[in-house]
């Protein structure tokens, strides 16, 4: 198992936190008819549209939790600049959330490839264990794809991708990072989610 994989499945928390940004506008190639969920950063506002017809478990899931205001006060605690960005399960304290809701089976078959912007699913080795966990792209990453000619389930299930934000994305990409006892990789300033919520307008 690589580092980077490792990463991705220690149960480590992957966050966004979205809220309305009204300086943002709807992204060229965005589909109308899929959910939209706009996180606000402490670096700037992204958006994100979910992909309800391939991997409708995992936004279903995301919603749940969008809805319950879980991620709002959360970081980005495992940042891997030529990797991922990842979110959704410590808080600015470094204090792990608890999942509120039981995990989900992977759903990998069908679904998007890991390509810069997308954003998938983190889980424990246990391929049905995601919860609230999950991590942004920040380059194409055909090592966490599924892999039809590995035995049983594998890889990372993408069930959305940011349509606006990229910029903001990147900005975290760049921060300082240093070890730490949640990642290996945490920010040595605090990238905050500071709300998520859907976005009915942008659809």
């Known amino acids: 198992m690589t580092t980077r994989w490792s990463a991705l499945v220690s149960g480590a928390g992957i966050v966004l936190a979205l809220a309305l940004a009204p300086s943002i506008t709807r992204a060229q190639g965005a589909d109308k008819t899929k959910p939209v969920v706009v996180m606000e950063t402490s670096l700037g506002s992204i958006r994100i549209e979910l992909d309800s017809e391939r991997a409708p478990k995992?936004?279903?899931n995301f919603l749940r939790y969008v809805k319950a205001d879980f991620y709002a006060g959360t970081i980005f605690h495992r940042v891997i600049s030529d990797f991922v960005?990842?979110?959704?399960?410590?808080?600015a304290s470094l204090r792990q959330k608890a999942a509120l809701f039981p995990p989900i089976a992977l759903e990998v078959k069908g679904t998007s490839?890991?390509?810069?912007?997308?954003?998938a699913m983190a889980r424990t080795d246990e391929a049905n264990s995601a919860t609230c966990q999950f991590f942004i792209n920040v380059e194409d990453n055909p090592s966490?794809?599924?892999d039809p000619s590995q035995p049983g389930p594998n890889g990372f299930a993408v069930?959305?991708?940011?349509v606006a934000g990229m910029d903001?994305?990147?900005?975290?990409?760049?921060?300082?990072?240093?070890?730490?006892?949640?990642s290996e990789a945490v920010p040595n300033t605090p990238v905050v989610i500071k709300a998520?919520?859907?976005d009915e307008a942008g659809r």
Not at 113 to 119: A, D, E, F, I, S
Not at 159 to 162: A, D, E
Not at 169 to 182: E, H, N, Q, T
Request: charged share 20%; aromatic share 8%; proline share 5%.
């Open 159 to 162: 069930f959305g991708r940011v």
């Open 113 to 119: 490839k890991n390509l810069r912007g997308t954003v």
């Open 168 to 182: 903001v994305v990147d900005k975290m990409r760049a921060v300082p990072v240093s070890p730490g006892a949640i």
């Open 85 to 91: 960005v990842q979110g959704g399960g410590y808080t």
């Open 144 to 146: 966490l794809d599924y």
């Open 196 to 198: 998520v919520r859907t």
């Open 58 to 60: 995992s936004v279903e």
